[in-house]
């Protein structure tokens, strides 16, 4: 079984869409939650971490984290064409990462 | 911007080539990282550092060698090329003392080996 599940997707939405991203995990001594975007042919940036449960907001974006379901969220409020990337989650325990397989996400003009 | 860099960013090889793919980064990170990107597979470490002298290796079973003689480089090689081989390969860097939830990532080398 896979640390971390993600669906590949792709996913394509209408701009302004609400955007949900997930992922689903197996180790419950993870952590920290995290969420990357990665643009065509560069690398993965930081959106977003979370740590242990809860919300985070930060503009547009949200990260939620259920730990009792171990399950993560993203979700894009106001999607943008430029919002259009692959989405990684990402979570750690300790000093061990693992990633989610990412989301494509296509937002259409 | 992240000031992680690798070079080159394309590379078509033959098989049984010796390759380094070269990372630099300029923040004075302890901490690097390899990792190898397949489409559609999850992110997997393949070598780690969290200072000069001192390496890892990942979860994933790799043909590479790394070293680490300078804080700010962090060079993978790989002795014989094969066509397995073939794959994004990321570096990524991040301060010592914290979660390395803040890791920075190179633009990657995209390495083809035919």
């Known amino acids: 079984q896979k640390e971390v599940e993600q669906d590949p997707g792709p996913l394509s939405v209408p701009e302004g869409a609400i955007v949900s991203l997930n992922c689903t995990y197996s180790n419950s001594a993870f952590q920290y939650f995290m969420w990357y975007r990665q643009y065509s042919r560069k690398g993965p940036e930081l959106l977003m971490y979370t740590y242990s449960s809860g919300n985070k907001e930060d503009g547009r974006f949200t990260a939620q984290v259920d730990k009792s379901s171990k399950y993560i969220s993203l979700f894009i409020r106001d999607s943008q064409p430029s919002d259009s990337a692959t989405y990684l989650c990402a979570m750690s325990a300790g000093n061990q990462f693992y990633f989610g397989t990412g989301t494509s996400l296509t937002v259409i003009p | 911007e992240a000031d992680i860099y690798q070079t080159p960013r394309y590379l078509v090889i033959g098989t049984g080539k010796k390759i380094t793919l070269e990372c630099s980064q300029t923040m004075g990170h302890d901490k690097m990282y390899w990792y190898q990107q397949d489409p559609g597979m999850e992110l997997h470490l393949i070598h780690y550092s969290y200072g000069v002298n001192s390496t890892e290796k990942g979860d994933l079973s790799s043909e590479s060698t790394v070293s680490r003689i300078r804080t700010e480089h962090f060079p993978l090689t790989l002795e014989s090329a094969r066509p397995s081989h073939t794959s994004q390969y990321l570096c990524?860097?991040?301060?010592?003392?914290?979660?390395?939830?803040?890791?920075?990532f190179g633009p990657g080398t995209r390495l083809t080996v035919t």
């Open positions: 990524a860097s991040s301060e010592f003392g914290t979660v390395a939830y803040e890791q920075y």
